[in-house]
T-cell receptor, first 115, second 110 residues
């Protein structure tokens, strides 16, 4: 299994809702990432998990709450989002964190719309 | 801090013509460089990568890239473009804190 899966594919939520995005990989990777991508822009790094511990938080607002319950799963909990948070949210994984020769594998993304 | 510049926002080429997409990087040490492709509404697919060694790197779908340290460049090339190559192309630098360029949108004319 050489893929990263993300659910749901599409999500529409109101500003008072609580929802979660899910990402899963079964490649034995120990680093996992969340990116946010606005239309016609490059992906922007949000969070990095290394060995299930948060290692990088790119000053992301607290309405985004990541969680890594085990080495295969990565969640992004959403609460009280704003319409400007509407974007494609991409998950990625890579092998042993902090080492060389370490490429990231991306999932297909979750298209989030905040009304 | 590491960064990547893609000078061309949009490129149009005819099917069958050659292609070169430009990428310039800024990195303090040996850069780890990547080219990714993204079709509309999709995730990113890795085309090729450079970590060390041979400066001419072969990738998937007939793409290649050449690392030139003296020019801080990692340009992507393809000798003959197919209509299915139309997509957004991102150059990226780094590993765990990877940074992407702004992207180049490729349009292929029939």
């Amino acid at each position: 299994d050489t893929e990263v899966t993300q659910t749901p594919k599409h999500l529409v939520m109101g500003m008072t809702n609580k929802k979660s995005l899910k990402c899963e990989q079964h490649m034995g990777h120990r680093a996992m990432y969340w990116y946010k991508q606005k239309a016609k822009k490059p992906p922007e790094l949000m969070f990095v998990y290394s060995y299930e511990k948060l290692s990088i938080n790119e000053s992301v607002p607290s309405r985004f709450s990541p969680e890594c319950p085990n080495s295969s799963l990565l969640n992004l909990h959403l609460h009280a989002l704003q319409p400007e948070d509407s974007a494609l949210y991409l998950c990625a994984s890579s092998q042993i964190p902090g080492t060389n020769y370490n490429e990231q594998f991306f999932g297909p993304g979750t298209r989030l719309t905040v009304l | 801090a590491q960064s990547v510049t893609q000078p061309d926002i949009h490129i149009t080429v005819s099917e069958g013509a050659s292609l070169e997409l430009r990428c310039n990087y800024s990195y303090g040490a040996t850069p780890y460089l990547f080219w990714y492709v993204q079709s509309p509404g999709q995730g990113l697919q890795l085309l090729l990568k450079y970590f060390s060694g041979d400066t001419l790197v072969q990738g998937i779908k007939g793409f290649e890239a050449e690392f030139k340290r003296s020019q801080s460049s990692f340009n992507l090339r393809k000798p003959s473009v197919h209509w299915s190559d139309a997509a957004e192309y991102f150059c990226a630098v780094g590993v765990n804190d990877m940074r992407f360029g702004a992207g180049t949108r490729l349009t292929v004319k029939p």
